[in-house]
């Protein structure tokens, strides 16, 4: 017989048992994330990794040293909370900085505020700026959390894709060849539409937007009273003489603009986690009020280092020493012969412009891995994870970069990092041509 203390435990454990729905509705949907399942992937199979995007090679030394000079320097304080909305000496140089690029005095402690990385900069925007039926125009490939980030919001995501055209002469595509369509983009704005998301230079197809591009998407804003957020984070990564134009320099876009960038991509330093806004204090204050309720602090080391680097940066800018014109220079290269190896093999590349990507065309490779008819897998990501887990080279599905219904368009294509020491590079070359010497002979 069971004593009645056990079944009263037994009652009361079973009543205790939370049986109430605990995830909030605003997660609903966004629950799915193809970072967590590739960059598992490519822990688990990849002899050589080019699918998530950071830099293989360490940052600059100067960078470095700054941080172990904050580190292990006399002023103990570096160790403890910093101003909440930034450091003070690097909110100090980014307003220095970023003012002279756009031609305004830039106030330090009102027009910008550091935060943990880009990603948290675009967190704080979304959840200022969008409420319950507000549109967010999104242009297609974006990164990902733009989605979500929306959603989460309470908003809805509208999308428009860049439009590729391919070239005629028989050359290589370029990311220029996206174009948006002027009355496709036209047509998404209306009343609902609270904010566009740009991003210039764009992950994942290395797009830089021209000036006229630009002009378009500025005179809508201006047009429909619409907020742009704009992720400039790739902003030094742009070849070939290009130049990356700041949105917010445009005629009655300051006002409306934030701008954001990160200190992972521009010093090469993903792990540091050193993003900023920059903007209106109209606009900021909206921001500090979201960072101030969520994450407040950010790591005073970091910033500080990231300060330092900034600050020789400003003194060496335009110059041959910079690293703003260094990393550029040395990407490009990597960027040519990540190129060169693709375009041996047939994987197509679409010649980036900007940031440290490169979108490749697999559709020579389809007899490798068949299609599966029905599959509700867009046929890029299937094609990623039979190259990790075969080829041992790890990439990511551009299919991840596009909205539900686009998914099954955009589906055979994957991007690749070439942010990578040459070795990795030709590591990724040599898989490449076994594969294509494995393909032709019988
Ligand atoms: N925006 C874009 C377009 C990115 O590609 C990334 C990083 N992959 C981020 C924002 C986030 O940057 P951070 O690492 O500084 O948070």
């Known amino acids: 017989p069971i004593a009645t203390s056990e079944i009263f435990k037994l009652a009361f454990s079973l009543q205790a048992k939370m049986s109430r729905p605990v995830q909030a509705q605003r997660l609903e949907g966004i629950d799915k994330n193809i970072w967590v399942e590739f960059v598992k992937l490519a822990a688990t199979y990849s002899k ?9 090679f360490p940052p600059p030394d100067f960078l470095k040293e700054a941080f172990v000079r904050a580190l292990s320097g006399e002023n103990h304080m570096l160790h403890q ?9 690097l909110v100090k140089i980014l307003a ?48 990902d959390c733009y989605e979500s980030m929306t959603k989460m919001a309470g908003g809805t995501p509208v999308f428009v894709p860049l439009r590729p055209k391919a070239p ?15 009355a496709e983009l036209a047509s998404k704005f209306n009343e609902q539409t609270k904010a566009i998301v740009l991003n210039s230079p764009n992950n994942p197809l290395g797009k830089v937007f021209s000036r006229r591009e630009l002009e378009l998407i500025a005179d809508l804003c201006v047009k429909h009273d619409v907020l742009c957020i704009s992720d400039e984070v790739y902003e030094w990564l742009v070849y070939d003489g290009k130049e990356h134009i700041r949105i917010a320099s445009l005629p009655g876009m300051w006002d409306r603009t934030v701008i954001i960038g990160s200190a992972g991509k521009t010093f090469s330093a993903t792990g540091w986690k050193v993003g900023w806004t920059m903007g209106p204090n109209r606009l900021l204050q909206h921001l500090r009020n979201v960072h101030q309720n969520s994450v407040y602090h950010c ?39 990540l190129v060169q190896s693709l375009d041996a093999v047939g994987m197509k590349p679409i010649v980036p412009e900007g940031t440290y990507f ?29 190259m990790v887990k075969n080829k041992g080279l790890a990439a990511i599905p551009l299919s991840a970069f596009y909205s539900g219904p686009h998914k099954s368009i955009y589906n055979h294509f994957i991007r690749f990092c070439f942010a990578k020491e040459e070795a990795t590079l030709k590591a990724a070359n040599d898989i490449l041509q076994k594969w294509k010497q494995e393909k032709t002979s019988p």
């Not at 550091?114 to 979304?126: I, P």
């Not at 005629?168 to 002027?182: F, R, V, Y």
């Open 48 to 56: 050589v990794n080019l699918g998530q995007g950071f830099p293989d």
């Open 81 to 89: 909370y910093t101003r909440a909305f930034g450091h003070p000496p």
């Open 299 to 337: 790591a005073t080391i970091a910033q500080e280092a990231v300060a330092q680097g900034f600050q020789r940066e400003f003194e060496l800018y335009g110059k041959a020493d910079s690293y703003f014109i260094q990393l550029p220079k040395e990407l490009q290269q990597k960027r040519d012969w």
């Open 358 to 386: 490169l979108v490749a065309d697999i559709s020579k490779f389809k007899s490798d891995i068949p299609d599966v008819p029905d599959s509700d897998e867009p046929y890029d990501s299937r094609f990623a994870k039979w």
């Open 96 to 143: 220095q900085f970023f003012g002279k690029l756009l031609g305004r005095d830039l106030d330090p402690m009102t027009n910008v505020m550091v935060t943990v990385g880009a990603y948290q900069a675009l967190f704080c925007c979304f959840q200022a700026f969008i409420e319950e039926g507000d549109e967010v125009i999104i242009i297609e490939p974006f990164f």
């Open 168 to 182: 005629k002469d028989g050359k290589l595509m370029s990311s220029e060849d996206w174009k948006l369509d002027p």
